[in-house]
T-cell receptor
Framework: SQQGEEDPQALSIQEGENATMNCSYKTSINNLQWYRQNSGRGLVHLILIRSNEREKHSGRLRVTLDTSKKSSSLLITASRAADTASYFC???????????FGAGTRLFVKA | DVKVTQSSRYLVKRTGEKVFLECVQD?????MFWYRQDPGLGLRLIYFSYDVKMKEKGDIPEGYSVSREKKERFSLILESASTNQTSMYLCASSGMVGVRTNEKLFFGSGTQLSVL
C-alpha cells in the first residue's frame, strides 16, 4: 500500500471559480480514489479511476490520471461554498488491502 | 442507504480507563478499518480486518487492540487510555474486488475522543 501526496496543502478561491488539486504517488496502482471530508465528519468517497482510465467525470468533478507521471488531478468546476472541505486521494495497489491517506488539500470557497 | 455507524459522536474518558469504540456496517463488507485523525497529520491507520476474527496491524497499533467477532461489527479497544490518544477516530468498511484490492471505503461519522 502507498500514500498519495496532495498538493497544494490549502487552496482558497471565490465561488464560481474552478478548483484543481493534485495527487502524486510512487508505485504502480490498480486504482486511485478521491474523498472529501467536511469539517469534523467522516470521509465521503467521490470518485474512483482505474489504472487503464485517463479521465473520469462525475457531475462537477473531473478526475484525470497520468500513470506515466504517477499523478492524478481533481478538478471541481464552478465551485460553491458547500465545496469547502478537505480532499484526499488514495492510490490503491493491486493486492493493496490497506487504504492510506495523506494530509489532504484544504479547500475554502468564499461566497 | 448504506451505513457505517459509530456508537458515539463524542466521548470523554479519564486516563487509565478501558475504552471501547464500536463500529457497525450494514453492507456485508469483508473489510473494516480503524483510523485516527489528528490536525496536520491526516488519517493514520490503526488496525484493519479482512474477515471475521482476522485482524492486522496498521501503521500505529501501539496502545490499541481490536475485536471482530461478527462480520458487521469491528471494535477498537484502548486498553488503558492516555492523553495522547485524544483524537478523532474514524471507522470505515469496504468490499473487495479481485485479489485483495480495495474498492471504495464507506466511513462512519467519527468519534471525537477526549482523554483527560
Amino acid at each position: 500500500s502507498q500514500q498519495g501526496e496532495e498538493d497544494p496543502q490549502a487552496l482558497s478561491i471565490q465561488e464560481g471559480e474552478n478548483a484543481t488539486m493534485n495527487c502524486s504517488y510512487k508505485t504502480s496502482i490498480n486504482n486511485l480514489q478521491w474523498y472529501r471530508q467536511n469539517s469534523g465528519r467522516g470521509l465521503v468517497h467521490l470518485i474512483l479511476i482505474r489504472s487503464n482510465e485517463r479521465e473520469k467525470h462525475s457531475g462537477r468533478l473531473r478526475v484525470t490520471l497520468d500513470t506515466s507521471k504517477k499523478s492524478s488531478s481533481l478538478l471541481i468546476t464552478a465551485s460553491r461554498a458547500a465545496d469547502t472541505a478537505s480532499y484526499f486521494c488514495a492510490p490503491i495497489n493491486t493486492g493493496g488491502f490497506k487504504t492510506i491517506f495523506g494530509a489532504g488539500t484544504r479547500l475554502f470557497v468564499k461566497a | 442507504d448504506v451505513k457505517v455507524t459509530q456508537s458515539s459522536r463524542y466521548l470523554v474518558k479519564r486516563t487509565g480507563e478501558k475504552v471501547f469504540l464500536e463500529c457497525v456496517q450494514d453492507m456485508d463488507h469483508e473489510n473494516m478499518f480503524w483510523y485516527r485523525q489528528d490536525p496536520g497529520l491526516g488519517l493514520r491507520l490503526i488496525y484493519f480486518s479482512y474477515d471475521v476474527k482476522m485482524k492486522e496491524k496498521g501503521d500505529i497499533p501501539e496502545g490499541y487492540s481490536v475485536s471482530r467477532e461478527k462480520k458487521e461489527r469491528f471494535s477498537l479497544i484502548l486498553e488503558s487510555a492516555s492523553t495522547n490518544q485524544t483524537s478523532m477516530y474514524l471507522c470505515a468498511s469496504s468490499g473487495m474486488v479481485g485479489v485483495r484490492t480495495n474498492e471504495k471505503l464507506f466511513f462512519g461519522s467519527g468519534t471525537q475522543l477526549s482523554v483527560l
